[in-house]
């Protein structure tokens, strides 16, 4: 039975998890998410039994959106994607993650502006800066991944309230990963 990694941005979003379950912090947005999964990865000796779990905080690009989300596809928002395939080549800027329908945005922007939390619903309902990152380098390894996020904030001029919020997803993000039959 797969072993879960999970893998969060900072400490504060995994202080839930319990103690036996191994977590790696990495830091924010996707460079430093890729680098450190990566350099990880590479160390370890028993990949075969490791399942990817990126827990996080998103923003809502919805007004309705609230809760824990499991998603099923991440794309990449800060990339030419189409200028990349327009030069013939793939920009990989959408990965399937799983089954369910929950679209997540991730990009090195922490979205407070309307405008560009506007232009991001149209094609998500969250938004984070590790999540794709950290899918990527799952695939690139072979590894099974699963992308957990509970809503902090709406992505908008609140999302500047993340320290004092982030407990409230914490703990949601931890019992999701205690109910999990791993």
């Not at 995994?14 to 999964?37: F, N, Q």
């Not at 189409?82 to 979205?111: C, H, K, M, N, W």
């Not at 899918?135 to 072979?142: C, K, L, P, S, T």
Request: glycine share 8%; charged share 20%.
């Amino acid at each position: 039975m797969p072993r879960p990694l999970v893998v969060a941005a900072t400490a504060a979003e995994a202080a839930h998890v319990p103690r036996e379950i191994e977590v790696l912090v990495t830091g924010l947005g996707k460079t430093a998410a890729a680098a450190v999964l990566a350099r990880h990865l590479a160390t370890r000796p028993d990949l075969a039994e490791v399942v990817v779990v990126n827990l996080g905080t998103a923003g809502a690009l919805h007004d309705h959106v609230e809760g824990l989300f499991e998603v099923g596809t991440v794309i990449n928002h800060d990339i030419s994607a189409d200028a990349i395939r327009a030069l013939g080549y793939d920009p990989r800027e959408r990965l399937t993650v799983g089954p369910g329908e929950t679209v997540l945005a991730s990009g090195d922007v922490f979205v407070t502006d309307p405008v560009v939390r506007a232009g991001l619903a149209a094609r998500a309902q969250l938004v984070d800066m590790e999540g794709y990152a950290v899918a990527f380098v799952a695939q690139e390894f072979g590894l099974p991944c699963r992308l957990v996020k509970h809503v902090s904030d709406n992505a908008d001029e609140g999302a500047m309230d993340w320290v004092s919020l982030v407990d409230r997803s914490a703990r949601a993000l931890g019992e999701w990963v205690t109910n999990q039959a791993w």
